[in-house]
C-alpha cells in the first residue's frame, strides 16, 4: 500500500474511532460515540409505474437490496455485471406510491388488473410489443394525468378504481414490506420501509420521500399515502399524524428535486395561497425534518441567480421540467435550499416559527433498481440513459438529455448503531449531512466558547458535543460571536479536499434575509490573495485519459472559525461546504470511451464534488 493511501486509512479509522456522542438540542456532557454510516434514502425499482413502463421489469426491490449490500447484480438496464466501488450501510426503496406494482399485474395478464378497463386500454396502446409499446403506455397515464379525455381514454376515476383504490395496492405493498425485513440485518444492514407521495401541480415537483423506522407489524396496517388521495402536502401531513396516532408509527418526509418545483416548494403561501403561520410551520416541521439537496436530476443548493457572489454555486444546474412540452425553470427563491433557509428566517421574524429550518441529505433517486452514484461507473437515472452510447438522446423527462444528469448523491448519518431507530433518530435530530458522491467524512459544531484545543484528537469530537451542538442543532445562550469545529477527511477512493467553506444566512434589524460564503481552511499550497479570495485549486485531470492525481489538495482540513461580522442578537443559520479538487464528470468517462470530443456533451469536463452539512441555527441573548 503506497504511503498515501496509509496516512488517509490511519487518519479515516482514527476520525471513526473518535467519533463522538449523540446529538442533543443543548450542550450537554458526552454520551455514547456516534459513527458514520452512508446510505440512499431514494430509490425506485419496477415497483414504480414509471421504471416498469420504461421497459426495466428486473428492477426488482432484491435486486436493489443485493446492490446496495455491495453484491455483484446483472443491471436491470445493461444486462451487465454492476457492483459498487463500497456497499452501502442503509437503503430506502421508494417506488411511487401511485400504482404501485399494478402495471406488473396489467402485464402479467392478473385477473383483477388485465381485464379492467383501464388495464385493457393500456394493453391496446399501440407500438412493436415491449419497449415502444409500453412507452406508449407512460404517454397515456401521462395524458389521463392531465385530463386528456376522447375515444380509448379513461377517466381518473376510473384508473383509480382499477388500479389503485381499495386493496388493489395490497399485495404488491405486502411484498415489498416482508423483502425489506427479509434483508434488514441490525448491526450491518439496514432496510428502512418507504416510499414517494408524487405529487405535481402544473407540472411543478413536490414530491416528498416517506421512510418509516418501524417494521412490518405496524407498516400492513396502513397503505402507502399517495397523490391520487390529495395532492396537498398539508393532506399529506395529516394522514401522517392520524396514522401515528392509529398505529403508532413514526415517519420522515423528505421534499426531493425542489429546483424544479416552479416556484411551489418553498413558498411564503400555503397550499390555499394562505401566508404561512406559525401553526403551519409546526406541523410542517414535525415531519420534514430534512430536504434532498442533490440527487440524480440536479443540484438544489443555491443558483448563480440566487447567490451571484458565490463562485461555487454553478453546479450541476438541472432546470428540465418534468412536463411534455418540455420547459425550462427559472430560479427562483421558492426552487433553492439556501434561499428556503433564508426565507425561513424571515418568516420566524413574522410568526415565531421557521418552517423551513431543516437539515441536508442527498440521494439517487435512481430508476434503475440500482444505487448508483459513482463517476467512475455511473448507472443513469433510468433504462434510457443508462449507457454512455444513449446519453446524448433524450431522456423522456421533459427536455433533459441523458448528460443533463448528474452521477448524485448520498446521505451520511452519524448514529450510535446501524439500526432502524438510531438512523431514523439521527435524521430527526438533523445530524446528517449530503454528498454529491464522495464519501468525505464531515463533523460540524457550534458553541460560544471553544478554542484551538477543542481540535486536539484526544479530545474532539467529544469536545464539540460536551461544549456545543453539533449539525442540526441550535446554538441558544448568550456571547461574542458564535465559533465553529468544523473537520472534513478525504474519501480514501476519490480526489483530496480543496477547501471547506462556511454558508451563513441571517436576519437583519429589518427582518431582511442576507447570506455570505466564508472560506474557513483550504489545502497548505494557497494563501488568501488581497482580495480576500483563496486562489482556485490546481486541476490535475487529464483530459485524454481521464486520470488525476492527488498532488493537490489535503487528506484532511480541519479549523476553529469564529464569526467575525457577528451582530448581538443576530438569528442566523451556518452550514459547512466541503469541496474537493477536481475530477472527472461521468460524461467525460463517457466521451473517451465512445471516442467523441468531450466537449460534444455539452456538459463540464470536471467538478469539484462536494458535501453540505446540516445547519446550525443560532439564536443569542443580546
Do not use: C
Amino acid at each position: 500500500m503506497a504511503h498515501g493511501m496509509r496516512k488517509t486509512m490511519t487518519l479515516l479509522l482514527a476520525f471513526t474511532a473518535l467519533s463522538g456522542p449523540l446529538a442533543a438540542a443543548k450542550p450537554q456532557a458526552a454520551t455514547p460515540q456516534t459513527h458514520l454510516y452512508w446510505g440512499d434514502t431514494h430509490l425506485h425499482t419496477s415497483h414504480s409505474f414509471d421504471v416498469f413502463l420504461f421497459n426495466t421489469p428486473t428492477s426488482t426491490p432484491e435486486t436493489a437490496y443485493r446492490f446496495a449490500r455491495g453484491e455483484k447484480v446483472i443491471s436491470p438496464t445493461t444486462g451487465e455485471g454492476w457492483q459498487l466501488t463500497k456497499p452501502l450501510d442503509f437503503l430506502v426503496v421508494a417506488d411511487h406510491a401511485e400504482l404501485v406494482g399494478s402495471l406488473a399485474k396489467v402485464y402479467g395478464g392478473e385477473h383483477g388488473f388485465a381485464d379492467t378497463e383501464s388495464g385493457m386500454a393500456l394493453l391496446a396502446r399501440s407500438g412493436i410489443p415491449g419497449a415502444a409499446q409500453m412507452l406508449n403506455a407512460y404517454l397515456y397515464l401521462q395524458d389521463i394525468g392531465s385530463g386528456k379525455t376522447g375515444p380509448g381514454y379513461v377517466t381518473p376515476k376510473q384508473a383509480y378504481i382499477d388500479l389503485h383504490g381499495g386493496t388493489k395496492r395490497q399485495s404488491a405493498w405486502f411484498s415489498y414490506i416482508d423483502t425489506a425485513e427479509r434483508f434488514n440485518e441490525p448491526g450491518k444492514f439496514t432496510a428502512l420501509i418507504g416510499w414517494e407521495w408524487t405529487s405535481q401541480p402544473g407540472g411543478g415537483n413536490l414530491h416528498r420521500v416517506i421512510f418509516t423506522p418501524d417494521g412490518a407489524e405496524k407498516a400492513k396496517q396502513f397503505m402507502p399515502f399517495s397523490q391520487l388521495e390529495s395532492g396537498q402536502p398539508e393532506k399529506l401531513w395529516a394522514w401522517l399524524d392520524a396514522t401515528n396516532k392509529r398505529t403508532g408509527a413514526d415517519f420522515v418526509a423528505i421534499p426531493h428535486n425542489s429546483n424544479l418545483s416552479w416556484g411551489k416548494m418553498f413558498q411564503v403561501e400555503d397550499s390555499e395561497g394562505n401566508p404561512i403561520t406559525a401553526d403551519y410551520a409546526e406541523r410542517r416541521m414535525r415531519w420534514e425534518r430534512v430536504v434532498e439537496t442533490t440527487q440524480i436530476k440536479g443540484d438544489s443548493e443555491t443558483h448563480p441567480a440566487l447567490s451571484p457572489t458565490d463562485e461555487f454555486a454553478d453546479y450541476e444546474r438541472y432546470s428540465f421540467v418534468m412536463v411534455p412540452t418540455g420547459p425550462i425553470a427559472k430560479p427562483v427563491e421558492a426552487d433553492y435550499v439556501r434561499a428556503a433557509l433564508k426565507r425561513g428566517l424571515e418568516i420566524e421574524a413574522k410568526t415565531g416559527v421557521n418552517p423551513y429550518k431543516f437539515g441536508l441529505i442527498g440521494s439517487t433517486d435512481a430508476h434503475t433498481g440500482m444505487s448508483s452514484y459513482e463517476e467512475t461507473k455511473f448507472g443513469g437515472k433510468g433504462q434510457k440513459d443508462s449507457r454512455p452510447e444513449l446519453r446524448k438522446n433524450p431522456t423522456g423527462l421533459g427536455a433533459a438529455k441523458g448528460w443533463d444528469m448528474g452521477a448524485a448523491g448520498i446521505v451520511a448519518v452519524w448514529a450510535p448503531r446501524n439500526d432502524r431507530r438510531s438512523i431514523y433518530d439521527a435524521f430527526q435530530r438533523k445530524e446528517v449531512y449530503a454528498s454529491t458522491g464522495p464519501r468525505m467524512a464531515v463533523r460540524l459544531f457550534a458553541g460560544w466558547n471553544f478554542n484551538a484545543g477543542d481540535l486536539d484528537a484526544r479530545r474532539f469530537p467529544a469536545s464539540g458535543y460536551a461544549r456545543g451542538v453539533p449539525m442540526g442543532g441550535d446554538l441558544t445562550g448568550k456571547g461574542k460571536a458564535p465559533s465553529f469545529l468544523v473537520e472534513a477527511l478525504k474519501d480514501p477512493d476519490g480526489g483530496n479536499l480543496d477547501r471547506i467553506q462556511i454558508v451563513k444566512g441571517w436576519v437583519d434589524a429589518k427582518g431582511s434575509a442576507h447570506e455570505k460564503v466564508f472560506d474557513v481552511a483550504w489545502s497548505a499550497e494557497r494563501k488568501r490573495g488581497k482580495d480576500g479570495k483563496v486562489p482556485a485549486v490546481k486541476n490535475t485531470v487529464d483530459l485524454k485519459t481521464g486520470k488525476y492525481t492527488n498532488s493537490v489538495g489535503a487528506v484532511q482540513l480541519k479549523t476553529l472559525w469564529r464569526d467575525p461580522e457577528y451582530k448581538a442578537g443576530q438569528k442566523a443559520f451556518y452550514y459547512a461546504r466541503v469541496l474537493q479538487i477536481p475530477t472527472p464528470r461521468y460524461s467525460l468517462y463517457d466521451a473517451i470511451k465512445l471516442g467523441i470530443d468531450p466537449r460534444e456533451t455539452g456538459k463540464p469536463l470536471t467538478i469539484q464534488e462536494r458535501a453540505y452539512t446540516s445547519p446550525i441555527w443560532v439564536s443569542a441573548k443580546s
